[in-house]
């Protein structure tokens, strides 16, 4: 838990923003490193405190989030697992930016030995929970090139903090 402005605890968490794609692509020193089609684009960001549940949930959340048609043309009804599309999985730890006067600070963000062992968990239960050849990733710790052509567009935002619906507190 961290001190906000005002001095209330509040628990950072996992985050993921989660981009319906019709392609994507990294590409790490020219060299493509990750490539899918039709599918969804996801850049992960691994705070201190993430555990494996926060794993877990935002995993789900993205295999099972409904942003695709179904078979008769209605938005909103099918997933990636429903469809077996393609998952591009890229660790992004600028999530975390906090803005000092108009430097990005990253401190939020785990140190890289942390979020590489947790983002490589994270492509692990994806893949265990997905066709394999239906997830890519980018390269963790490197310099990338994200190309997408986002369908829609359509763009969702995760914290694994939010575990609930709006309006219904959690239990204590």
Avoid at 36 to 48: A, D, N, R, S
Avoid at 68 to 97: C, I, N, P, R
Avoid at 115 to 132: G, L, Q, R, T, W
Avoid at 134 to 144: E, L, R, S
Wanted: hydrophobic share 40%; net charge negative; aromatic share 6%.
């Amino acid at each position: 838990a961290v001190a906000n402005s005002l001095g209330a605890l509040f628990s950072v968490s996992m985050k993921a923003v989660i981009q319906r794609v019709t392609r994507a692509s990294v590409v790490v020193d020219g060299e493509t490193v990750g490539a899918i089609g039709k599918g969804l684009c996801v850049l992960i960001g691994i705070t201190h405190d993430d555990t494996v549940d926060d794993l877990k949930y935002i995993a789900n959340k993205i295999l099972k989030i409904r942003l695709f048609e179904d078979e008769g043309g209605s938005m909103w009804k099918k997933s990636v697992q429903d469809h077996s599309l393609e998952v591009l999985l890229v660790s992004q730890f600028t999530l975390y930016a906090k803005m000092k006067s108009n430097k990005p600070d990253f401190h939020m963000a785990a140190p890289g030995a942390v979020s590489e062992a947790m983002y490589n968990d994270m492509v692990s239960y994806i893949k265990s929970n997905h066709p394999a050849d239906k997830v890519a990733t980018g390269q963790f710790g490197a310099m990338m090139q994200v190309d997408i052509t986002n369908d829609g567009p359509v763009t969702i935002e995760l914290d694994s903090n939010n575990k609930f619906p709006v309006g219904k507190p959690k239990e204590e």
